[in-house]
């Protein structure tokens, strides 16, 4: 006989694997231990655990959501070794090694007593114990000071003591169960997730089992009633003040997660649907197994239930109260990894000779590929968790005695591990206490540092405004942009005043904006920053709980409202939603605009629009009537110089650097629409930049070229209007926007557009010119009316019709209900402008209760574009809202410029009014 058929040389083989799985597992959870810094998390285990014993308890029910028991074992360890970081770590090594021989010794225990039990020791118990020892995840919360390893342990110790406690009914087991899920529940809550497996099982086996094991868990019961009291406290804090954001997370997405990290993948459907489906394939096969072998089939239907459980139940509990980490599911990691071997097992082991080696291979490659990733993560230190010992060092040596360390977060127990420096350390959250926190910065201020070392973490939770950096930006300047350390950010602010800080300053510039009866833009600050910056401080208010993400478009036009610069952002910030605001509240916005280098030192008007998601249009502004008075709100007008301006030069996107005689270079240009019909805008931007000294005013000239070289187009315009060239300095570059309307008589067809200084000319592009169809025939309306619009138009009449494009002979619409209104117009003149139409559904106190405003025929006829006698066809749809009062309302129009928002008079009838009447509309329930 072979010796390897030998049972007790098979034993020792197996043994001596076992014993080589502990040897490596042990080395590489060692080989880099003490080399990271202590994280925020170690931070808190090592500062609670510091404490006496007594203080130690009170402290964590008042400052932490975890039951004691790791905590106390850190106290008593650290009594032991120290505080270094290597020793603090080692107890999780510890508790992490436990996990080895209780995965092998529950995948034997399954198959105790069962006729291939010799042949399922290597082939599932010894794999269990090798992926639980290379486990990446694993090996990862071993190395943290931590009670993760802690409650896993002591949850597989329970599973395995169920197991054996089921099988041969002693009574030192049935107790060791019950001390051990007790254990488990005062290292951490979720423990309390197995339990639910541990009931289905019991519940398979009977009522005798089921008594034993009752008894069990009112055992657990009365040891755990002690811990209950003060665990109802912590979870009454944490959801009074809870350190997350009300949300809903996906419990699917969250389960996928779990998966992916415990078995070191990336989350993709892929993956959780192969689990899944070999979960469901290897529970109806044992299923099928309870017939044939029933004790088996229990076993390995309480391992795959003891995976599932914890999982299912964690995102579940997390899915509502939205704090997580894949850590919080550990209790489900090693009955994972052994229900994927035995469902394997299951389905391929227990069969032909082929299929079995088939099974080998798998599980080798499995074992191979952990093992790899782990000794890989043995190699390298970890850097997935903040560098708080080089963030110290750096204070240690910058930070002065007159100066201030503010950490926001208050989240002090890893810095306070390593910090030795001579400057006071202060710990603040700001959250959405207003009040509380401008208080406690105002103490801090009180002390007049000379500096304020501001050390940022999780900064978009502990301050969701930017209160903090936006007040000492205006108490002093920055001295210290940002150094980054991994997961800290760093900033340091000189100050020149030490006033109070007020949670609810006024205005220095009042506004009382209303943007569709939603937000109310109280007002604003402007914040002179370093130079290339320029801060906008801005006070928001919810006028109503809001239930979408609005944001902010900010805007720098020229004074023909050609925009300089544009800034989309969020209201506050992007981390503070407004559905998270509170209604009535004002909150703070800040806005950090970049003053390019290529700016022109001209006027500009600044214009802030509120952008809505859901609609994927501006929010109207509304007048005090309700009445939509346009999109944006003005900001106010400035005039920068070129000293203002920073260093950077934005992306040039079509670069020549075409010298001309004239001593400009043109750097480049953009050109906005390449394809547009007659009459239609073009916007034009040129990058110009001096070769020296120009002593005089330089025109450009702007031209269009056909086909057969003809100029069908020419225009002479300053480089910059309000910035002649002769004040431009050696080597500047400006930006020049230029909007140039096509003739509204321009044939279609290609055109070259050309630059010339001097009457020397460069080409710039070809655009296309799309031919327009005009009509001069006035079609059939329904109401015929007379109404001139400032001698350059007349609104010859009008039809209505239902959103399905019934007539609306008795001028009668439904609250709720959707109307055209189909207008008809006439140019009596070239119009040099750009005018918007708005139709408007007015009531008897002139309030607006259905509105639309567009260029003419749907976005597609600026007025620029008409010619006199042509008629153009212009439709509106207006949508009632369902609360309008039934009632009889006017049906206005108004011609307004697109830009100023001035309307053009009107006469109709003899009178003169800012709109033309249509008539009335009859308003049904």
């Not at 979870?235 to 809870?242: A, D, E």
């Not at 489900?332 to 299929?355: D, E, H, N």
């Not at 100050?495 to 006024?506: A, H």
């Not at 001097?758 to 059939?780: A, C, K, M, S």
Request: net charge neutral; glycine share 8%; charged share 20%.
């Amino acid at each position: 006989m072979p010796f390897w058929r030998d049972e007790r040389v098979r034993s020792g083989l197996i043994k001596a694997a076992v014993g080589l799985v502990i040897l490596v597992a042990f080395a590489a959870r060692l080989f880099t231990l003490g080399e990271p810094s202590l994280w925020f998390d170690e931070g808190v285990s090592v500062f609670f655990a510091s404490k006496p014993a007594p203080e130690l308890l009170t402290t964590v029910v008042r400052e932490d959501l975890h039951p004691p028991l790791y905590y106390l074992s850190l106290h008593l360890w650290m009594g032991l070794v120290g505080r270094e970081e290597f020793s603090v770590r080692f107890l999780s090594v510890l508790f992490g090694m436990l996990l080895i021989p209780l995965a092998f010794a529950t995948a034997r225990e399954v198959y105790a007593g069962a006729r291939d039990a010799h042949e399922t020791v290597p082939l599932v118990a010894l794999p269990a114990a090798a992926l639980v020892g290379f486990s990446p995840f694993l090996l990862a919360y071993s190395q943290e000071t931590r009670m993760y390893t802690l409650a896993a342990a002591l949850s597989m110790g329970a599973t395995l003591t169920l197991l054996r406690a089921t099988r041969l009914d002693r009574p030192g087991l049935w107790v060791a169960h019950g001390v051990l899920l007790t254990l488990g529940l005062h290292a951490h809550h979720f423990s309390l997730f197995i339990v639910p497996a541990y009931l289905i099982y019991v519940s398979l086996l009977g009522r005798k089992a089921m008594g034993r094991w009752l008894r069990s868990i009112a055992l657990a019961g009365a040891l755990l009633i002690p811990w209950l009291g003060l665990a109802l406290l912590q979870l009454r804090r944490v959801m009074r003040f809870p350190d997350f954001w009300p949300a809903r997370l996906n419990p699917g997405a969250i389960f996928s997660w779990i998966v992916s990290a415990f078995l070191a993948a990336n989350p993709s459907l892929h993956l959780l649907g192969l689990v899944v489906g070999l979960i469901i394939l290897g529970c109806a096969l044992v299923v099928r197994n309870l017939r044939q072998r029933p004790d088996i089939a229990k076993r390995e239907i309480l391992i795959i239930l003891a995976f599932i459980a914890p999982v299912a139940l964690t995102s579940l509990t997390v899915s509502l109260v939205p704090k997580f980490a894949a850590r919080y599911a550990i209790a489900g990691v090693v009955p994972l990894y052994i229900s994927l071997l035995i469902l394997l097992y299951t389905l391929l082991a227990r069969r032909a000779a082929l299929v079995r080696f088939l099974y080998v291979a798998l599980v080798a490659l499995a074992v191979l590929a952990s093992s790899g990733l782990a000794l890989e993560a043995a190699r390298v230190p970890r850097d997935d968790h903040e560098d708080t010992r080089s963030l110290a060092r750096y204070l240690n040596e910058h930070a002065e005695a007159e100066d201030a360390v503010v950490l926001m977060e208050n989240a002090y127990h890893a810095f306070v591990y390593y910090y030795r420096g001579p400057a006071p350390w202060h710990g603040l959250h700001i959250g959405q206490n207003f009040v509380g926190s401008t208080g406690a910065l105002n103490r801090i201020l009180a002390t007049r540092p000379r500096r304020i070392w501001l050390v940022l973490w999780h900064h978009e939770f502990a301050d969701p405004t930017d209160l903090v950096i936006t007040e000492l930006m205006r108490r002093g300047r920055l001295v210290l942009h940002k150094k980054s350390f991994r997961g800290y950010e760093l900033k340091a602010f000189e100050l020149e005043r030490y006033d109070p800080v007020e949670p609810y300053p006024t205005p220095r510039v009042p506004l009382d904006a209303n943007f569709a009866g939603l937000i109310t833009l109280r007002g604003f600050d402007v914040l002179q920053g370093e130079p290339g910056t320029r801060h906008y401080v801005l006070y928001w208010e919810a006028q109503r709980r809001l239930d979408r993400d609005y944001s902010l478009t900010l805007i720098l036009e020229d004074e023909e409202g050609n925009e300089y610069l544009r800034l989309d952002q969020a209201l506050s910030t992007p981390y503070f939603v407004p559905a998270a605001w509170p209604v009535g509240t004002p909150i703070r916005g800040r806005v950090d605009v970049e003053l390019l280098r290529d700016l022109p030192a001209i006027e500009y008007q600044v214009y802030a629009k509120v952008y809505d998601p859901v609609s994927r249009g501006n929010l109207d502004v509304l007048d005090h009537r309700g009445a939509a008075a346009g999109k944006e709100v003005f900001l106010e007008q400035m005039r920068l110089s070129k000293g203002e301006l920073g260093d950077r030069l934005p992306p040039i996107p079509n670069v020549l650097d075409r010298p001309f005689a004239a001593g400009l270079k043109l750097r480049g240009y953009r050109v906005k629409p390449a394809s547009l019909g007659p009459g239609d805008p073009l916007t034009l931007t040129l990058w110009w930049e001096t070769l020296g000294f120009v002593d005089r005013e330089v025109e450009q000239e702007i031209r269009l070229m056909d086909a057969a070289g003809r100029v069908t187009y020419q225009e002479g315009r300053p480089l910059v209007p309000g910035y002649p060239t002769s004040r431009w300095g050696a080597g500047e570059i400006n930006r020049a926007i230029q909007r140039v309307y096509l003739p509204a008589a321009l044939p279609g067809g290609r055109y070259r557009l050309q630059v010339g200084l001097d009457g020397e000319f460069e080409t710039l592009t070809t655009i296309e010119v799309e031919e327009t169809v005009r009509r001069y025939t006035v079609p059939p309306m329904e109401h015929r009316i007379e109404a001139d619009f400032g001698g350059q138009a007349e609104l010859l009449g009008f039809s209505l019709s239902t959103a399905e494009g019934h007539d609306l002979s008795a001028e009668r619409v439904r609250a709720g209900g959707t109307i055209t209104v189909t207008l008809y117009w006439r140019a009596r003149q070239p119009i040099p402008e750009s005018y918007k139409v708005t139709v408007q559904l007015l009531s008897q106190a002139l309030t607006v209760v259905a509105q639309d405003d567009s260029l003419p025929a749907r976005w597609s006829r600026p007025t620029t574009s008409w010619l006199p006698g042509e008629v153009i066809t212009d439709p509106h749809t207006l949508q009632l809202r369902p609360e309008v009062v039934p009632g009889r309302y006017t049906l206005i129009a108004a011609l307004y410029h697109e830009r100023t928002g001035e309307r053009l008079r009107v006469l109709q009838g003899g009178v003169e009014r800012d709109h033309g009447v249509l008539g009335t509309i009859e308003v049904i329930p």
